[in-house]
């Protein structure tokens, strides 16, 4: 079955990644969502990591991602892996800074057309090439996660940026997980 790959990597382009997304987007199982699927997430801990209002993720299944490490000759790889929460491990350039991934060790779930359960890995959708961010189906966020933590004038501003239309009519989920077993806000 053709597919379409998603490209992207860190600022110093030490660590580069792909993404295979099948051409037919498989559902979670027990959520309207298919996958992949992007949430704009406003967690303490995105806000504080990535050193932004808020952050941007794209969920996938880790079977379809690739990462490339190429480090320089003599050196060994660059890609930090640290736990910012019990059993959630974020990852980042150690030589430009650039934030890569989002693993939680107990996030499975079944997606439609494959028997094992699969692990969801989160991306950071700015780390995503140019002609990757293009494809807007595939990286355009759906929902806000997290909503509960966010910074009041930060949804405020959502809430006034064009109403039902823009980024202020998405779903709005109190908690994580990219909306799964989360309630809406
Ligand atoms: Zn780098």
Redo the contacts with the bound molecule.
């Keep these: 079955m053709p597919s379409r790959i998603l490209k992207g990597g860190?600022?110093?382009?030490?660590?580069t990644y792909s993404i295979n997304v099948p051409e037919t987007l498989p559902l979670l199982e027990g959520t309207t969502h298919h996958s992949p699927h992007c949430v704009i997430d406003h967690c303490d801990t995105c806000r504080r990591t990535s050193g932004s209002f808020f952050h941007a993720w794209i969920l996938v299944p880790e079977s379809w991602i690739t990462i490339i490490s190429l480090p320089k000759e003599g050196e060994n790889s660059?890609l930090v892996r640290f736990e910012s929460s019990p059993h959630v491990r974020r990852s980042f350039?150690g030589?430009?800074g650039?934030h890569l991934f989002y693993e939680k060790e107990d996030r499975w779930i079944k997606i439609s057309g494959i028997e094992e359960k699969v692990r969801l890995v989160d991306v950071t959708i700015g780390s995503l090439d140019e002609e990757s961010l293009a494809q807007v189906d595939l990286v355009k966020p759906s929902m806000h996660v997290w909503w509960k933590d966010g910074i009041s004038w930060v949804k405020d501003m959502f809430a006034s940026e064009g109403g039902k239309k823009g980024f202020g009519g998405l779903r709005k989920y109190v908690s994580g997980d990219g909306g799964i077993n989360a309630e809406e806000a």
């Design positions: 860190c600022f110093c382009g030490e660590t660059k350039c030589r430009c650039t």
